[in-house]
């Protein structure tokens, strides 16, 4: 690993002197070439975490500079206190709208059914917001940050694949153009269809096709103002509308100052007629978010007339076919030279509270983690301890945000009857009732979602088996003393089908 010795820092101690909080002040004092493979939030999120860390890194982004087509993000406490420890409070504070209630109504009758308010001391102790920002704008933040701290990022730049030939300790990429270029260590941030994935994963992945898509609008918020029944839902900016239907579900928040209105909605594939220019629904070409169709051909069926009104109001919407993936074994190829990162390395369901949270949580891992590099024989260690960091929480989060998106979707049965009913106590009962019941079991486990900080979970690992292992240089087996409290139990989604909630699931609130 001579190679990479060589480019051990010269100059450490030109650093600045003060960080962000989100930061460590530590730079390694081994000073690695990175390039970071995809220029999503999650890819230039790492890229500003290891800049800072003391590394140099290129982005290689393979659409091009000008703004991409996307929807809303909800960004729950555990992102916007990373966000605000990296200096954005600033912009969020213009961008951003801050959310504190969801309510729950019939997808047909349009009538309330519940309500889910997010308690203030919880909010409170998470130490930050849940707020709900353009994807394009948080995009941009991130790419301003990446720039800011002296990451390059190259658009249109898209990579073909990648090597680790044996006689050097260089990671080749390919590029699309037949471009090759060179660096020590590689992060696949490339999204849910990765074309890094296949080089650090051998087996074939399997993929469930859930025959559900979502779809993305964007409604100008002037139009829905002219429309009284739409008109009040945009009342109550603070709040997300969730409207509950049999095996398909929407949800609506306020964006850009309630300039706009984005819309998601779980729908079944079956129900999406055939737009002649997009590909058909269930191909797997509708992953990701290139394919957009028009409202036109969409027919809402029972919906409530109001929210038949509500989604022609968009000319066209953002298609997201969603598949489910199991879980990777490796993050990290044999080599260590490469790893996966964000949705590449845990690919979650579209549209759901915590895609981007994952992301940047893993990229504020990576940062701290590589910031005590001082050898390369070290890799192999850190990069286990990443995975190990990251992926049981990922795993659980993935789980219990499937468990939660379903439970808005369920079709007619027990396990409906018994959420109806928990939803009316919400109703009526308000504070006492809350403490009973399925949504204040559901609360829990989002505020233990809500309660991970990524930063600490990191430099907790290294106080506790950092220098340890560094030491034996030996991989230890067990880890129990980090307690990462995530752990996936088997009565949450292994089912074969996402429109249906396990019974035991709901049992158990
Ligand atoms: C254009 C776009 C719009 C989105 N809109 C929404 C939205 O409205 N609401 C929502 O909840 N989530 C949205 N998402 C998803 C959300 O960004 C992710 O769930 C989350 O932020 C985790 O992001 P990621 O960085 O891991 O992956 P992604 O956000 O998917 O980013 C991956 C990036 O890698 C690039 N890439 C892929 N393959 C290659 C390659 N071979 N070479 C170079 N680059 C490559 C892609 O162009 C993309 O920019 C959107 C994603 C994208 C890409
Ligand atoms: C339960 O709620 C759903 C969604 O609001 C509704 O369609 C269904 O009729 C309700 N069931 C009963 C028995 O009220
Ligand atoms: C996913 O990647 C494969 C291979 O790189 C490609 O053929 C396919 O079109 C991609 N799918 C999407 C949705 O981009
Ligand atoms: C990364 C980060 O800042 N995480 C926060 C998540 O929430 C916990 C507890 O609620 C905070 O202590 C963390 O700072």
């Avoid at 058909?280 to 509708?286: F, V």
Wanted: with cysteine.
């Amino acid at each position: 690993m001579h190679d990479l010795a060589s480019h051990s820092r010269q100059n450490s101690t030109t650093a600045p002197v003060t960080r962000p909080r989100a930061f460590s002040s530590r730079i390694a004092s081994l000073n690695l070439d990175i390039v970071v493979v995809g220029g999503g939030i999650g890819g230039l999120a790492a890229a500003h975490a290891l800049v800072n860390a003391g590394h140099r890194v290129r982005v290689l982004e393979r659409s091009s500079k000008t703004t991409k087509r996307a929807g809303g993000i909800r960004v729950p406490p555990n992102l916007s206190k990373i966000l605000l420890d990296w200096g954005l409070a600033g912009k969020l504070s213009k961008a951003a709208q801050s959310c504190y209630r969801s309510s729950m109504f019939d997808f047909q009758s349009g009538e309330q059914k519940g309500a889910l308010q997010f308690q203030e001391a919880l909010i409170r102790e998470t130490g930050a917001d849940f707020l709900l920002v353009h994807h394009s704008d948080l995009h941009q933040m991130m790419y301003d940050l990446a720039i800011g701290t002296g990451a390059t990022v190259l658009f249109d730049t898209a990579v073909s694949s990648i090597s680790t030939p044996d006689h050097t300790q260089k990671v080749h990429i390919e590029l699309a153009s037949g471009e090759q270029i060179q660096a020590d260590f590689v992060i696949g941030a490339d999204g849910v269809n990765s074309s890094v994935r296949p080089f650090v994963i051998e087996t074939e992945e399997s993929r469930y096709d859930t025959k559900m898509s979502v779809l993305t609008f964007t409604v100008p918020t002037e139009k829905m103002r002219a429309d009284p029944e739409l008109a009040a839902i945009l009342e109550r900016p603070s709040e997300w509308p969730m409207w509950m239907g049999s095996s398909r579900s929407l949800l609506g928040y306020q964006l850009r100052q309630g300039s706009e209105f984005c819309l998601h909605l779980f729908w079944p594939d079956a129900d999406i007629a055939n737009d002649d220019q997009a590909p058909p629904t269930d191909d797997p070409s509708n992953e990701g978010w290139d394919v957009v169709v028009s409202t036109e051909g969409l027919d809402l069926g029972d919906a409530h007339p109001s929210l038949h009104r509500l989604v022609k109001m968009a000319p066209d919407a953002i298609k997201t076919k969603f598949y489910r993936r199991g879980e990777f074994d490796d993050w990290a190829d044999p080599t260590n030279r490469v790893i996966l990162l964000g949705e590449a390395a845990h690919p979650i369901m579209p549209c759901g509270m915590y895609g981007t949270s994952l992301a940047v949580e893993d990229a504020c891992v990576l940062g701290v983690l590589f910031s005590r590099l001082r050898n390369a024989d070290q890799l192999p260690v850190l990069l286990e301890a990443y995975q190990e960091l990251r992926q049981g929480r990922c795993a659980y989060v993935a789980a219990s945000e499937l468990k939660n998106a379903a439970l808005v979707w369920l079709p007619p049965g027990d396990d409906r009857e018994k959420r109806n009913e928990t939803m009316k106590k919400s109703l009526v009962g308000q504070r006492e009732q809350w403490d009973e019941g399925m949504l204040r079991a559901q609360w829990e486990q989002i505020g233990g979602v809500f309660g991970y900080n990524a930063r600490e979970a990191a430099e907790t690992w290294w106080v506790t088996w950092g220098s340890l292992r560094e030491s034996s240089q030996r991989v230890q087996a067990v880890y129990e003393p980090l307690d990462l409290k995530y752990e996936v139990t088997e009565d949450v989604i292994v089912s074969s089908s996402v429109t249906h909630l396990p019974s035991h699931g709901v049992a158990a609130a």
